[in-house]
């Protein structure tokens, strides 16, 4: 046993020094993928009412949603194990929020399949280090750029009817575009990924670090975990 652990030990050992291609030379290397996405500290109905009035929800925190990835890497291989790239992604991130009620001395407002969409063009800087030959862990710092939103939901205008009794009088499909939220956004990716005759498999956890709304007493930040898959090109 323990001749069989050296054994595989001593091979971990070599494929570490293998680079996955030439030092000094330049690989490009385009991806799809998707997104899971969501606002931290985010609770829109408490924040809509203001302590003005009562709301009830299934659930208070943000849900994931999911989104699209589309873009590609510049990678520049500095040493055998030793990595740097730069990217370009158009990035569909933003949250699903729970759905909730709002009550009012005449009556109530239900909102229902609220979600917000927000799309970025994400600019990663990674330093990447290949532990083995195909693996590499990764992390960086990302710049983001928000290029558009739409907050969509299903809202619903109930009125006092008989006694313990609400009554549905209209309702109507919301899409709007928001303008509280900051065009530049910050966040560090973390992550890995694994490379197998030029196919590459990334996955990543972006962690936000600026606050995406204007209001700074609102202190949601993006969360998002990205999966893709992309074919390595040498140059």
């Known amino acids: 046993m323990k001749r069989i652990f050296m054994m595989l030990f001593g091979a971990l050992v070599t494929m570490a020094g293998w680079a996955q291609q030439q030092p000094g030379t330049f690989s490009v290397i385009p991806k799809v993928g998707m997104t899971w996405a969501k606002l931290t500290n985010f609770d829109w109905a408490a924040r809509l ?21 589309a873009g590609a890497e510049v990678e520049y291989q500095a040493t055998d194990r030793v990595s740097a790239t ?3 992604f158009y990035a569909l991130q933003g949250l699903n929020v729970p759905d909730y009620i709002v009550d009012d001395p005449e009556g109530a407002t239900g909102v229902e399949d609220m979600h917000l969409d927000l799309h970025y063009i994400n600019v990663p800087v990674m330093l990447q280090c290949y532990v ?19 907050m969509k939901c299903e809202s619903t205008r109930f009125e006092k009817g008989e006694p313990g009794e609400m009554k549905a009088v209209t309702s109507e499909n919301v899409d709007n575009e928001w303008d509280t939220l900051r065009s530049f956004d910050l966040s560090i990716p973390v992550g890995f990924s694994y490379e197998y005759e030029h196919v590459v498999i990334d996955a990543r956890y972006n962690i936000g670090m ?3 709304f204007k209001d700074d007493s609102f202190d949601s930040r993006n969360s998002v975990i990205d999966l893709s898959v992309g074919y390595k090109f040498d140059l």
């Open 49 to 69: 009412t203001k302590g003005t009035a009562h709301y009830s929800s299934s659930q208070e925190s943000a849900r994931l949603k999911a989104g699209v990835l």
């Open 86 to 88: 730069i990217g370009a």
């Open 132 to 150: 083995f030959q195909g693996f590499a862990v990764k992390a960086g710092v990302q710049a983001g750029f928000l290029v558009g939103n739409r």
């Open 210 to 212: 600026s606050k995406v």
